[in-house]
């Protein structure tokens, strides 16, 4: 069953498949989607180099530059802040 997740959840999730290399190319994404809120909501922290999104003119998508995204130390820092709220997988 799907649930509803926080921006906060959202946003460990993608620092998460950042550090672990997840994304092996950008994203096309709604303007309207989680992703895309996620993705701008991080963009200007510190936490990401490499990160941007570009908004396609005349259409609700934007491209998320994923692919090249790498964690600053204060990305880390913030991953590692939480996981300790987050990560239910006692196995760290």
Do not use: C
């Not at 989680?34 to 490499?50: A, P, R």
């Not at 491209?63 to 006692?90: N, P």
């Amino acid at each position: 069953m799907a649930k509803n997740v926080s921006l906060e959840e959202s946003v460990y999730q993608l620092l998460k498949d950042i550090d672990r290399n997840y994304f092996t190319s950008n994203r096309q994404v709604n303007t309207k989607s989680m992703l895309y809120q996620t993705v701008e909501s991080v963009q200007d922290t510190g936490w990401v180099d490499n990160l941007k999104l570009e908004e396609i003119e005349n259409y609700p998508l934007a491209t998320a530059t994923l692919k090249q995204a790498e964690l600053t130390d204060a990305g880390k820092k913030h991953l590692e802040e939480l996981k300790e709220q987050f990560d239910t997988d006692k196995e760290k």
